[in-house]
T-cell receptor, first 116, second 114 residues
Framework: AQKVTQAQTEISVVEKEDVTLDCVYE???????LFWYKQPPSGELVFLIR??????QNEISGRYSWNFQKSTSSFNFTITASQVVDSAVYFC?????????????FGKGNQVVVIP | DGGITQSPKYLFRKEGQNVTLSCEQN?????MYWYRQDPGQGLRLIYY???????QKGDIAEGYSVSREKKESFPLTVTSAQKNPTAFYLC?????????????FGQGTRLTVV
């Protein structure tokens, strides 16, 4: 069963526009971790943000912000004022410590293209 | 420096051969993971291990094998039973005893069958 769903495959925006990436997850664990990673063309995954299931506070870090809602099992990610360097594939991931034996599952990713 | 190292970066395999991809970490992480990435497919979990001498199958384990004899090492063998092994393989590790945990990734191995 798909644990992490990222519905949009490719998103194109004009530079300086905001872009929001949706992520829906499913888990039996009551304690779990959610992540967003960025994969630039070089291929290496870069960690962006983490949220623990017991902390629903939404935060802003520079041009990144996220909206975590347990009630809808969603963990959406927003890039504000996008730049060309933001062009990459973005992955949402779920870590399940107990029922999943620390399984770490990723969604299919969103290809973000920022047009100058 | 602490990190996770995959080798080789590029690997060519003849059909019918087994090949082993190396993954080593010096982060003292308990959990380690192998993923396969194909264009447009995202990261698909092959195998994972949360402790030495124990591992679990992921979503696409058929045609692959792993071992976890040491905490630092989690090699992946792509066997001849894997019908379409050409892909980008990523290894990751993660600490599991801290609330402030994240997965660290290697730079990947690109495997091509010739």
């Amino acid at each position: 069963a798909q644990k992490v769903t990222q519905a949009q495959t490719e998103i194109s925006v004009v530079e300086k526009e905001d872009v929001t990436l949706d992520c829906v997850y499913e888990t039996r664990d009551t304690t779990y971790y959610l992540f967003w990673y960025k994969q630039p063309p070089s291929g290496e995954l870069v960690f962006l943000i983490r949220r623990n299931s017991f902390d629903e506070q939404n935060e802003i870090s520079g041009r990144y912000s996220w909206n975590f809602q347990k009630s809808t099992s969603s963990f959406n990610f927003t890039i504000t004022a996008s730049q060309v360097v933001d062009s990459a594939v973005y992955f949402c991931a779920l870590s399940e410590p107990y029922y999943g034996n620390n399984r770490l599952a990723f969604g299919k990713g969103n290809q973000v293209v920022v047009i100058p | 420096d602490g990190g996770i190292t995959q080798s080789p970066k590029y690997l060519f395999r003849k059909e019918g051969q087994n090949v082993t991809l190396s993954c080593e970490q010096n982060l003292n992480h308990d959990a380690m993971y192998w993923y396969r990435q194909d264009p447009g497919q995202g990261l698909r979990l092959i195998y994972y291990s949360q402790i030495v001498n124990d591992f679990q199958k992921g979503d696409i384990a058929e045609g692959y094998s792993v071992s976890r004899e040491k905490k630092e090492s989690f090699p992946l063998t792509v066997t001849s039973a894997q019908k379409n092994p050409t892909a980008f393989y990523l290894c990751a590790s993660m600490g599991v005893r801290s609330w402030n945990t994240e997965a660290f990734f290697g730079q990947g191995t690109r495997l091509t069958v010739v």
